[in-house]
């Protein structure tokens, strides 16, 4: 840090100088009304002392903007020079006060002139104390930068309720401003909670007629189906098929013949358009036909154009999208898009069980605009699959309970 003192008749004269010799980002600290020593400086007009001082990397550039990075220990070490340079100049106003009471003692014609002083100084010390209180709450304001993020970004206990919650950062923002705006005199948490049941739509889903279940590949779209066959066959007593589209992955068919086998459930595989017909068509007679499609990246329209064609055929509007909660919030939202086309009704999160955190779930919804229809929460077949209501959605979200 530079410090300098300058002498002169008014403030700006010392403005200019200090503009000139210290640039635009120099800082006054202090400043004062002072006579030439003697007898004579009493009955000369007073001229100013101002001391300013500026940061040496500010002073190498001038017209620079203040860089507003710098850690504590740089701050610190400013708060501590200034002090030392507010010392100096209180220690000198000490020293002339006292010679000024000793010139009142010898010539009692200046007393009015020493009284003067002493308010003077007395104001100064006040001047001086304020602005190391200022430059002190300064320093303790600051906060070192964190993993690339602004100084000062303090988290509310809110924000990191949602961040360790994998909570997106958009919707993170979105809660906040809904908080804020919410000016009942209930607590933050309260508001937060009323918030995200807002923000959760949940569907009583009806299982009949033709149900397809679409989404990408290692979702568990074959393992949900089993499960909603078993329960409907098994504990509700319908007569349900099955047919699947999805002879691309290895293994796949075979998997769901196995689940037809053991709850004794008719079983179609379906290679193209017409198999598809033939296969409906041989299950006019089951109340629930449950249809497994290939998972498809949605990033290829062609496939994606290939399935809608399945789908359609179908001919149904009970369409569930089937997503992981293990699903990274970047890729989900492209998948989200990319099966917009197939014009799915309703959303399927599974894999709860391999996550700790549930904020995915909010994140699905968000993104996705379309209700809830089940969760699932492990292999067993047909039990880990479930309804939740929206309270209980919450509490999972903010971690206040746990699935599995």
């Known amino acids: ?9 008014t403030m700006n004269e010392a403005m200019t100088r200090i503009r000139y010799e210290l640039g635009r980002d120099a800082v006054i600290i202090s400043q004062r009304k002072i006579r030439k020593p003697g007898i004579k400086g009493f009955f000369s007009a007073k001229s100013i002392e101002v001391t300013a001082a500026v940061e040496n ?9 203040v860089n507003n990075n710098r850690s504590n220990n740089e701050l610190n070490n400013i708060e501590l020079n200034s002090i030392e340079a ?6 000198q106003e000490n020293e002339n006060i006292s010679n000024s009471k000793v ?5 009692s014609s200046v007393h009015k002139v020493s009284n003067q002083s002493d308010n003077n100084s007395e104001n100064l010390m006040s001047e001086m104390m304020e602005m190391k209180t200022m430059i002190s709450a300064l320093s ?10 602004p100084m000062g970004n303090k988290k509310s206990d809110i924000e990191k309720i949602l961040i360790d919650n994998d909570v997106d950062s958009e919707n993170i923002e979105n809660i906040m401003v809904k908080i804020k705006n919410d000016k009942t005199e209930k607590t933050d948490f309260e508001k937060l909670k009323i918030v995200l049941k807002e923000m959760i739509h949940v569907i009583k889903p009806k299982l009949q007629g033709r149900i397809v279940m679409v989404g990408p590949t290692g979702v568990g779209k074959t393992t949900t189906i089993a499960k909603l066959a078993g329960r409907l066959a098994l504990a509700e007593g319908k007569k349900v098929g099955l047919i699947t589209v999805d002879t691309y992955r290895i293994g796949a ?24 017909d033939k296969a ?24 994606i154009a290939e399935l809608r064609t399945f789908v359609e055929k179908a001919d149904t509007k009970n369409i569930h999208l089937v997503l992981s909660s293990t699903t990274k919030n970047r890729d989900m939202k492209y998948i989200i ?5 197939l014009n799915y009704n309703s959303i399927i999160v599974t894999k709860l069980d391999e996550t700790a955190t549930y904020g995915s779930i909010l994140n699905i919804l968000e993104t996705a605009k379309i209700p809830l229809s089940f969760v699932s929460i492990g292999q067993n077949v047909p039990d880990d699959i479930k309804e939740l209501s929206a309270d209980s959605i919450v509490s999972l979200i903010l971690g206040e309970d746990t699935i599995c």
Do not use: H, W
């Open 1 to 9: 840090m530079i410090i300098k003192r300058y002498i002169v008749n």
């Open 57 to 65: 990397e500010v002073n190498d550039k001038k017209e620079n903007t």
């Open 86 to 91: 507010i010392k100096k100049v209180v220690q």
């Open 103 to 107: 010139v009142q003692k010898q010539n």
């Open 140 to 149: 303790q304001k600051r906060e070192p930068a964190i993993a690339g993020k």
């Open 253 to 276: 068919v075979e998997q769901l013949k196995a689940y037809a086998d053991i709850m004794n459930l008719p079983f179609k595989v379906v290679y193209n358009m017409n198999d598809m």
């Open 280 to 303: 409906i068509e041989s299950m006019s007679e089951c109340e629930v036909v449950l249809i497994d499609t290939t998972g498809r990246s949605s990033k290829n329209k062609m496939q």
């Open 337 to 341: 898009e990319g099966y917009r086309i």
